[in-house]
């Protein structure tokens, strides 16, 4: 998560090999997701999903319960 997008906040996500001390690692049926330290507390509770949308395109959807707007293409949020 990176500051920026209309609405303050934007997801980024990114293939890496390398871990940092304060990262934490969730595995989900064997994907392992790395969140950094403090992005956390801004996505916690999140569902992340894949769309496969043929008009549009397809790919992430984030779901966050932290979320109080977004813009509208979903790439940027603003919380509380």
């Known amino acids: ?4 997008g209309c609405s303050g906040l934007a997801y980024g ?5 390398k871990l940092s001390d304060d990262d934490y690692v969730i595995d989900v049926n064997g994907a392992k997701v790395v969140v950094d ?5 801004f996505i916690a509770g999140s569902i992340i999903d894949y769309k496969s949308e043929k008009l549009m395109g397809g790919g992430f959807v984030v779901n ?13 949020f603003k919380t509380a």
Do not use: L
Request: with cysteine; net charge negative.
């Open 1 to 4: 998560m990176t500051a920026g």
């Open 13 to 17: 996500m990114v293939v890496d090999d």
């Open 37 to 41: 330290k403090s992005s956390a507390p």
């Open 64 to 76: 966050n319960p932290n979320a109080v707007s977004t813009c509208g293409c979903g790439e940027s």
